[in-house]
């Protein structure tokens, strides 16, 4: 009864949500951010049809979504660092080749840890153990308190950001970073300290906080608020120059040493 409840709660916010951003023209302005919303929305369905099917085929079709919610999530973060560096283009440039690259290892690692843990458990169901279930639940949940660390860092290195250059958040940017802020820290505590046969409880509780992230979402998604300019923009654009400069030397020096190596 109380899922359904959290399901219903939840599907009703994603639309009110949705329809709102449409009506007041923030769904152009966020894409990723909206995308994102959509396709949780969207997965309610054939979790439902799976559900209804058997709990077998349920089982599959969650860890299935949850690790596509993962991936989708990442689009999240790159959404609140285009909005918050859409004044500063040449520190957007490097920060979203350096999300990209991180993700990528994360998703990357999470992989291989998955692998070598189905090698172990293979080994142990050859002796007549049924664990298979179990790896694929294992091997979702490592993937995910991986990537949601990775996100949940890269939330923290934008805050720190905006507090060193005094780079105010708009009211839109806000929500979005709260709201996500809060339903990544909640997760990364379940994946990291809930054990495994506390997962039922667990699982009500991350429910039951996207409805307070939906909230969140909804009350600074009303209308449209954009971000103000800082006074420190060109400081944050002088660094980067500094930053970029001294990169491109040391790829030079780099070079150099390579190529002096290899004619000898």
Same mark, same amino acid.
């Given at each position: 009864m109380l899922s359904h409840v959290i399901w219903s709660g939840s599907a009703a916010l994603e639309f009110l949500l949705l329809i709102r951003g449409w009506q007041c023209g923030l769904l152009r302005r966020y894409p990723l951010f909206y995308g994102y919303i959509s396709f949780v929305a969207a997965l309610d369905v054939p979790r439902f049809l799976a559900h209804a099917w058997? *709990?077998?085929?349920y089982w599959y079709t969650y860890w299935f979504s949850e690790i596509l919610g993962v991936m989708a999530g990442c689009a999240v973060v790159f959404e609140i660092y285009r909005i918050a560096l859409d004044s500063y283009p040449g520190a957007a440039r490097i920060t979203r080749n350096v999300l990209m690259f991180v993700f990528a290892m994360a998703f990357a690692k999470g992989l291989v840890n998955a692998w *070598?843990?189905?090698?172990?458990?293979?080994?142990?169901?050859? *002796?007549?153990?049924?664990?298979?279930?179990?790896?694929?639940?294992?091997?979702?949940?490592?993937?995910?308190?991986?990537?949601r660390t990775v996100q949940g860092i890269a939330l923290i290195a934008l805050v720190v950001l905006f507090l060193a250059y005094s780079i105010p958040f708009g009211k839109n940017l806000r929500g979005i970073l709260l709201?996500?802020?809060?339903? !990544?820290?909640?997760?990364? !505590?379940?994946?990291?300290?809930?054990?495994?046969?506390?997962?039922?409880?667990?699982?009500?509780?991350?429910?039951?906080?996207?409805?307070? /992230?939906?909230?969140?979402?909804?009350?600074?998604?009303?209308?449209?608020?954009?971000?103000?300019?800082?006074?420190?923009?060109?400081?944050?654009?002088?660094?980067?120059? /500094?930053?970029?400069?001294?990169?491109q030397r040391r790829f030079r020096e780099t070079a150099g040493f390579v190529r002096k190596a290899v004619r000898s």
């Open positions: 058997s *709990n077998q085929v *070598n843990l189905h090698q172990v458990w293979d080994e142990a169901a050859a *002796n007549g153990l049924k664990l298979h279930q179990a790896w694929d639940e294992a091997a979702a949940l490592a993937l995910e308190r991986l990537v709201g996500y802020s809060l339903f !990544i820290a909640e997760r990364i !505590i379940c994946l990291t300290f809930v054990p495994p046969q506390g997962h039922d409880f667990w699982f009500y509780a991350y429910s039951a906080s996207y409805l307070v /992230v939906l909230s969140l979402w909804l009350a600074h998604l009303w209308s449209y608020h954009p971000v103000p300019e800082a006074q420190t923009r060109l400081a944050l654009e002088r660094d980067y120059q /500094v930053l970029a400069a001294a990169t």
